[in-house]
């Protein structure tokens, strides 16, 4: 029987290999990749790691998504259904997929969890498939979900163990810290042993790969254990740019199918009473057409050039009739922080010299959205919230808009912010995540969110300096567009080289820590229950045949010393008789 488990190998091999397109000069790697988020997921996350996955498959590298499932009832589903959002096409020959189960409320059900029984699973299917590369997305997420990390209990074990590569790395303290089901990191021992933990995980892998500098910088402080030495984890960390918006973002849906959108209508009528206009300005019909005609014509490299009714003209004198419309794009939660947006924005407003004619538009659906409704209902026509749009639809919105707001502290990338650019707009945001803007250039920075009303007071009440900030903006449209599908996957294959030596794997470097590398090795039996319960039957019952001589022993002697106790006690009487 021994012989069959190479055979299959051998097999396998060769039918997987027969459907790789003909070499171009590079050998073609097997790549898992491992990820928390998934259709209908539709964050920037997920759009990045499905545009991965299809572009390694589509260009000769087999690929193993290993995916998560969302239960029936989860409100993803419905935010899909209520966009309109068809699922993506993942029918790519070398693509296939091994799923696991996600649950909870975390979030609103929006952000749920991995379920820890189906983590044997993924285990047993990633060493069966046998990857030459190991991507895993956020895995202090999966930390935080788990205590453990997808591949490490069985893959990463084996002789000649696949390149492991940590990506996606998010700001996952900071994320946790805004949610309310995560009060007890609050208290500083377990916050430090938290961050310990995303170190540990973070130092199980060849590499990491970040999107820039600030997410470089968040791992710089964390350390780990070689031997007996802390070492910095920075060592292994790369700023890889695996993540962009396209140059056409912003024109490749035509003007006829953004006119026909409930929401874009909806924000067209907003706009016109706020500008006292009726509709022969920024929301008027014949506006409308121009503008799409404007967006599908630019001929600045695929920016959407706007007429000059938004946010009160070319010049930025704007007039009477002039009207800011402000857009926020993404998840309603408490780690974008939209509870800071909606105060932030409603104290400028309310402060504003011409804040009746500010407008903030909010699109997305997520755990705060009662929050959202709240602020419309007392602040109407000064809130107005869009619901859902899919995300492919997103620009529609984006081109009516004059200033993209958000008040998130944790972009990793931030891709909102790309995609308002790519339609013109200028933006204000937090400094402390900024990889975009050019403070008082493209966009207005803010240190914390009183600061970041003052900056969209001042957008409000200065039409000059919104000019200026909108007119630099547009330039960017035209300029720093990437291909991060195939930066991402050149990262991904020269990490690959490094691990080898002249064919020979790299061994990889140890590292340890005093309770999460217990923890770790605890994990390996939770995910082989049957196996762990094998052995602990068999412990047992070896630890019961040890004991069960000794206990034997005992009770002889025992009862040796009870029959020499109760004999000594009778020989005075028998003396006495006898006497």
Known sequence: MWWRYPCWLLLRHLLVTSHVPPATGEEKARIAYVTNAWWPKLDGAAITVMGHARYFASVGHPVLVVRPTYPEDSPLFGVAASSAAEPPDFSAQLLTFLDYRVSGWRGGGYEPEMDPADFAAVEEGLAEWQPDVMLVMDPDMFVLDTFRIPGFNRLMQQPTPPVAIATFTSFCLEAVLKMPEYWWLHYEP????FLQGIATAYGHFDHIFVNGALSREYLRPLQVLRGFEWLPLIDDVYVVSSRGVPADFCTSVPSTQCDAMPVVAKMREAIARGSG?????????????ERGGDCMGSSDGGICSSDDSRGGGEGGTGGESSHMAFVYVGRLSYDKSVDSLLEAFTQAQQKATRGERATLYVVGSGELEAMVREYEGRFPERIVYLGQVAHELVSCVLREASV??????????????VEALRCGLPIATMKVCNMHLRADFDGLLARDPAHLAEQVLRLMDEPELYAYLRSNARAYGATNAIDSDQRMLTAVLEARSRS????????????????WSIWLWLSVALDHPKRTAALLLLAGSVAAGAMLPGVFQRKAQASLQRDAGSRSRRSPKSNKKTS
């Open 190 to 193: 377990m916050k430090q042993l």
């Open 500 to 515: 080898f030596d002249d064919g020979k794997r790299v061994p990889r470097r140890h590292i340890w820590h005093p309770f």
């Open 277 to 289: 206009d009726g509709g022969g300005g920024r929301g008027g019909k014949a506006g409308a057409g």
């Open 404 to 417: 993209y707001v958000s008040a998130a502290y944790n972009e990793t990338y931030g891709r909102s912010l």
